[in-house]
């Protein structure tokens, strides 16, 4: 099964598909509201990536796999619509995370940043609480208020004891932009994460792009028309299936590839989990990704491409999945599947906490971006409290 073919196979299970006529309406699978006009007799879609292929997209699949047509000995037609797949929901564990969810928040992330401790200063007039600063810095995403319009809210913390100076919003716009506040940001998701250590051991990876403040010429990079002209952020994530924590993350720049970046990813996550499999798309399908998952102790699902030549049977992990992925696909295709839960990860982050950032500096931008996904494991946390029963002590955890 091609990756468009999997989309479209994503779309048709979650998205409601309207038909009109002969033709149908298919949502985006970005959720941002557009949909595209499907023709399935004709084998036409109004979509981009139809006009300048010329070839089956994920929205036509998405059509087919709604409406199967299955075609008699004596001709006649039986047409069979798929269920759409629904999941439960126990609201009465949800409402109960949501309504007192912005007090744990604050306490949790204070819990946090407690143990975070300031670079000794020779000199100088004496700088201001990191462990604060940090606090600040996710607690302004989380309301996603400006800096001035949230000097009350920090005033409301420092009262409750959550931090022991109020800054000024300038000083918090300030360490949000100062390089040294990002590898902090990254133990802080790390650490976040670690409540969440006894129920993940399937993980999935993928990257998704924030839209920053900068404008370039997008013409001459790709396609030869205007897609768009905003800069992005790269964002790459190993997450949880179950829970859909973050474990470990990488920032790059918008022109940066996906493969390079997984075995950090693996490598980072191991440190603190027991990994039973990966999955990722087939962009990060490569000799040293999969020996990297290997070596963590788990299984990888990455599909292979069409283009891949068969291999023999052996002793590689390369060749063992082959293996798996030629004479099984089925088991294969049903492990794999679990990577749609990073998608759902930055879907969550994206619609809670917004899908761009303000800062106008690349150290502000990465530091904005991580501060998202500390915020998105933050709330996962709060939700598996009530969910799982999960009781998370940070204590005095440095960062």
């Not at 309504?99 to 928040?105: I, V």
Request: aromatic fraction near 10%; hydrophobic fraction near 40%.
């Amino acid at each position: 099964m091609e990756t468009r073919e999997q989309r479209g196979l994503q779309i048709a299970a979650i998205s409601k598909l309207t038909p009109k006529g002969s033709i149908w309406l298919v949502p985006s699978q970005t959720g941002d509201g557009s949909r595209y006009t499907v023709d399935p007799e004709g084998q036409w879609c109004t979509c981009f990536d139809h006009e300048t292929r010329q070839e089956k997209c994920k929205h036509i699949w998405a059509v087919e796999f709604t409406i199967r047509r299955e075609v008699a000995i004596d001709g006649t037609v039986t047409l069979t619509k798929t269920a759409r797949v629904t999941y439960s929901q126990d609201w009465r564990i949800y409402n109960a995370a949501q309504t007192n969810e912005k007090a744990h928040f604050t306490r949790l992330l204070a819990d946090l940043c407690n143990g975070i401790e300031n670079a000794p200063q020779a000199n100088g007039r004496p700088r201001l609480a990191l462990g604060d600063m940090a606090f600040a810095a996710a607690y302004k995403i989380y309301t996603g208020f400006s800096s001035r319009r949230f000097a009350s809210d920090l005033r409301d913390a420092e009262a409750d004891g959550l931090i022991g100076h109020a800054p000024h919003f300038n000083s918090v716009t300030g360490y949000l932009s100062d390089p040294a506040l990002t590898p902090v940001l990254k133990a802080l998701i790390a650490a976040s994460s670690l409540p969440m250590r006894a129920i993940e051991t399937d993980f999935a990876v993928d990257s998704s792009g924030f839209a920053t403040s900068r404008f370039v010429k997008w013409y001459s990079k790709k396609h030869g028309r205007v897609l768009d002209n905003h800069e992005w952020k790269k964002l790459h994530i190993m997450c949880g299936v179950r829970t859909h924590t973050v474990t470990s993350v990488e920032i790059t720049d918008w022109l940066k590839a996906d493969s390079p970046q997984f075995p950090a990813l693996v490598n980072d996550t191991a440190k603190r989990f027991d990994m039973v499999e990966v999955s990722a798309d087939k962009a990060y399908l490569g000799h040293a990704n999969l020996e990297a998952v290997r070596a963590a102790g788990a299984t990888p699902y990455i599909p292979f491409k069409r283009n891949t030549l068969p291999v023999a049977e052996g002793t590689s992990t390369w060749a063992k999945m082959y293996h798996l992925f030629a004479y099984n696909r089925e088991r294969f295709l049903g492990h794999y599947h679990k990577r749609s839960n990073v998608e759902t990860v930055f879907s969550m982050i994206k619609t809670k906490f917004g899908d761009s950032v303000r800062s106008k500096t690349d150290a502000g931008q990465a530091n904005e971006v991580l501060a998202k996904v500390l915020c998105h494991n933050i709330c996962v946390l709060i939700q598996a409290m009530y969910e799982f029963g999960i009781e998370p002590d940070f204590g005095e955890r440095a960062a």
